[in-house]
């Protein structure tokens, strides 16, 4: 492989080592959508959440003059977080059953599962890349990155159906949402994983004929 070449495919690595990191980081966080309920007394306590693929956290926030809605999160309060029913069954909490869409729940954290097991391969390709005359190897680990990439993009669009239906529903307190920064973690990492994948593909596939009776036989080695 050419000077010019290595150089490309450790920019498109590095662009997909912050694609697994981000990808970790939204995986094992609780904000990926807060919900606030409605307010109907001033200077009283209202129940904000926020929740991620496993468990649902939520805290209780004074509501003062102005407020028009319950929250921000971040504002101090008594918290309390709990894993999801059909992920703990020991659990109990009201909370669980009438706020989570289980299945759309269970869905969106399998498919998470299966984008950081397409990381995972595709890291084992990666490295083993790196030893002499196995370049061949970073085709099958961009592929898996870019399933890894799809994967956490549907996880995140199930997920932000599975808010919607809740605030929507008729059954549950919640009047309102916003997707918070674990959600906006998993895109920008779906985004680079597909990108940083793609552009790993295409610097390992093997190069073009120069002429048109130069058959891909008789190119030069890469090696």
């Not at 299966?114 to 005359?133: D, E, H, M, N, Y």
């Not at 307190?173 to 920008?188: N, R, T």
Request: glycine letters at 4%; charged letters at 15%; hydrophobic letters at 50%.
């Amino acid at each position: 492989m050419s000077p010019t070449k290595t150089l490309k495919v450790r920019v498109a690595l590095l662009c997909i080592l912050v694609g697994i990191v981000l990808a970790l980081v939204a995986v094992v966080t609780d904000h990926w959508a807060v919900l606030s309920p409605h307010v109907e007394h001033h200077n009283a306590t209202c129940e904000a959440a926020h929740f991620g693929l496993w468990r649902i956290c939520t805290k209780r926030i004074f509501v003062g003059d102005k407020e028009r809605s319950c929250g921000p999160v971040t504002l101090p309060g008594e918290k309390n977080c709990s894993y999801f029913r059909h992920f703990n069954p020991g659990e109990s909490s009201e909370i669980f059953e009438v706020t989570t869409q289980k299945e759309y729940s269970i869905s969106a954290a399998a498919i998470a599962i299966f984008s950081l097991g397409f990381i995972i391969v595709g890291t084992l390709c990666a490295l083993l890349s790196f030893r002499k005359k196995r370049d061949y190897l970073l085709r099958p680990a961009s592929m898996f990155y870019i399933f890894a990439g799809l994967c956490l993009s549907v996880s995140a669009e199930v997920l932000r159906q599975s808010v919607q239906r809740m605030v929507d529903s008729e059954h549950t307190a919640w009047i309102a949402h916003s997707l918070a920064w674990s959600f906006v973690c998993a895109c920008v990492a779906a985004a680079l994983l597909l990108v940083g994948g793609l552009a790993l593909l295409l610097l390992a596939l093997p190069r073009m004929p120069r002429d048109p009776w130069e058959s891909c036989m008789d190119a030069e080695p890469e090696h």
